[in-house]
């Protein structure tokens, strides 16, 4: 596989999943997922920090009090931790001038044991975080969201790639799979999927999600198609899909008329329901027994996108130190 940031994957076969939806659907558990990188990163961050002399850095910015950026932030804390990573921590109050956050971000830029930078979005108004993204070195970038890493995924060459469609790869390199997850599996057990001859959906064409998505899917050499606001007739458009992604942001959108009996269907959507629960952009009662395989909300994609960013820095760190394979 060209570079997905994620160590010693083979390509596999073309999958032959996508077959039966007579069978219950296999469901996708991304906390358990997120474990088996864990794991795989720790033993690899080990490798490393022994041959370099210094552990992986990532160095994580918050600014404000949005009580969703500080839980994000507190679990991408204590994941890079388990893995072996030293973390640096700043958290600045609403009020920081844009002068101060560049600033911040300059200062990690320069500091040799940083090698993930990652600014938690959204930032309060009015700073823009476009704007500072950019100002993070590329080959600093956890996120896989500067416009130099944006374009390096679409010439398919070696970078960040942005991590929630990094972890929505993995996921289906599982639902493709028969590896039964367990607590020794790794990466390494998970073959790159193949999609040749596969039709590969995304709803959602944001530069977070849904465009990389699209170019990951393309990497794997799936046909894709993007679909947006402005589709005609979505449901017939996602019913070709052998793999749908719903990264839409419209609570239970994806119901079984959009879905191919058999279909993997990978939902990227967390919505909050006026009942104040997490629910997808798929309505996973009605999807999944249509489905071969089903990712859940809350506890797919979400916890995958965390992962990813550890696997990112790890990859940072092996691509300055020259240990990439
Ligand atoms: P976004 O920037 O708002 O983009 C949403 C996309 O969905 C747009 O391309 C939009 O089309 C399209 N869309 C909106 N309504 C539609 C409809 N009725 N039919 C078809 N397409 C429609 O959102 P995002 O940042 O990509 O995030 C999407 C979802 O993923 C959100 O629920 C977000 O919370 C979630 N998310 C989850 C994770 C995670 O870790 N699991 C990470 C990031 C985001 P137009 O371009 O035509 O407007």
């Known amino acids: ?12 076969p073309e999958f032959s999943a996508g077959g039966c ?29 022994k041959k370099v002399g210094r552990a992986p850095g990532l160095a994580v910015i918050l600014v404000g009090e949005n009580p969703a950026s500080k839980t994000y ?19 600045l109050p609403a009020s920081t ?19 993930g930078i ?10 823009d975080g476009a704007e500072f993204v950019r100002m993070i070195a590329p080959e600093k970038d956890a996120d896989g969201l500067h416009p130099m890493n944006q374009g390096l995924l679409l010439q398919g060459a070696p970078a960040p790639r942005p991590c929630t ?11 493709m799979s028969n590896v039964t997850l367990s607590d020794t599996t790794t990466l390494a057990d998970l073959p790159a999927a193949s999609l040749a001859g596969k039709k590969a959906v995304v709803i959602g064409r944001s530069q977070l999600v849904g465009k990389p998505m699209g170019f ?3 990497e794997r050499n799936a046909t894709v198609t993007f679909a947006h606001s402005k589709t005609p007739d979505l449901p017939a458009v996602c019913r070709e899909a052998d793999v749908l992604v719903a990264a839409v942001g419209v609570p239970r959108l994806v119901t079984k008329n959009f879905v191919k009996p058999g279909a993997i ?19 996973y009662e009605d999807v999944a027994p249509v489905s071969s395989a089903i990712t859940p909300v809350p506890g797919g994609v979400g916890p995958m996108t965390v992962a990813m960013l550890i696997s990112n820095t790890l990859q940072n760190f092996k691509r300055k130190h020259g240990l990439t394979a």
């Open 97 to 115: 001038t844009k002068e101060e956050l560049a600033a911040v971000i300059q200062g990690y830029n320069n500091n040799d044991l940083v090698d």
């Open 165 to 175: 469609p990094l972890g929505v790869m993995t996921m289906l390199d599982l639902a």
């Open 265 to 283: 269907v990978l939902d990227v959507g967390i919505n909050r329901l006026p009942d104040g629960k997490l629910c997808g952009d798929v309505d």
């Open 73 to 91: 932030v507190a679990s991408k804390h204590r994941f890079a931790k388990e893995c072996g990573l030293v973390t640096f921590d700043t958290h």
């Open 216 to 218: 990951l899917l393309l």
């Open 21 to 49: 939806a007579s069978h219950p659907p296999k469901i996708l558990d991304g906390k358990t997922l997120s474990r088996t990188v864990g794991r795989t990163v720790a033993a690899e961050a080990a490798v490393v920090t």
């Open 118 to 127: 990652l600014l938690q979005l959204p930032l309060p108004a009015p700073l």
């Open 1 to 12: 596989m060209s570079y997905a940031g994620l160590p010693s994957a083979k390509l596999s």
